[in-house]
């Protein structure tokens, strides 16, 4: 069965530096989506993305963070200076046809702490 | 105001046992909902999108409220494996990204 691989499944960085997560979403799906989770809390959007541009983005992706596909099979997130309360599940997403109707696939996650 | 209310438990229930969970958006817009499930530490996955008349699949029922604003999940005869957190999820009109309530944790005690 397909599905969608994060890669690392833990880093744990020093505050300030830059971090790249990576995903591989399913290879056949349009769209792509971070989310993120604080350990407790519930799970976040920051970002989507469609034909190679951000679609939407909330509040919590700042100018600190950055989407990136690079090639035709890796989407990454940056998060250039990081902060500890950056310290979280980040969790890639991908579907075939956006929201309406479609499921949403998850990739296992990320769990990023910042020391 | 939060996008998506859920109440968040626990709930413990013991196995055969029905549970029902609810969950509120605040937004008319809103225009798909979904259930998904997530185990400790595990990614979120669908257990199963809502329509509007209702649908059921198995053990699994789900309802949708439009004027009320109100959804539900009910589960027939727990199993061990129904352990875990359910998240109940909104899509707005006209926007592709998931809103997630905080979640309703379920144990199932033998």
């Known amino acids: 069965e397909p599905e969608v691989t994060q890669t690392p499944s833990h880093q744990v960085t020093q505050m300030g530096q830059e971090v790249i997560l990576r995903c591989v979403p399913i290879?056949?799906?349009?769209?792509f989506y971070w989310y993120r989770q604080i350990l407790g809390q519930k799970v976040e959007f920051l970002v989507s993305f469609y034909n190679n541009e951000i679609s939407e983005k909330s509040e919590i992706f700042d100018d600190q963070f950055s989407v990136e596909r690079p090639d035709g099979s890796n989407f990454t997130l940056k998060i250039r200076s990081t902060k500890l309360e950056d310290s979280a599940m980040y969790f890639c997403?991908?579907?075939?046809?956006?929201?309406?109707?479609?499921?949403?696939?998850f990739g296992q996650g990320t769990r990023l702490t910042v020391v | 105001r939060k996008e998506v209310e859920q109440d968040p438990g626990p709930f413990n229930v013991p196995e055969g046992a029905t549970v029902a969970f609810n969950c509120t958006y605040s937004?008319?817009?809103?225009?798909?909902f979904f259930w998904y499930r997530q185990d400790c530490r595990k990614e979120p996955k669908l257990l199963m999108s809502?329509?509007?008349s209702g649908n059921e699949d198995g053990r699994f029922t789900a309802q949708l409220n439009r004027a009320s604003q109100y959804i539900s999940l009910l589960i027939r005869d727990s199993k061990l494996s129904d352990s875990a957190t359910y998240l109940c999820v909104v899509i707005l009109t006209g926007a592709n990204n998931l809103f997630f309530g905080t979640g309703t944790r379920l144990t199932v005690i033998p």
């Open positions: 997403a991908s579907n075939l046809a956006g929201g309406v109707g479609t499921e949403a696939f």
């Open positions: 937004n008319s817009a809103s225009q798909s």
């Open positions: 290879s056949n799906h349009l769209y």
């Open positions: 809502v329509y509007s």
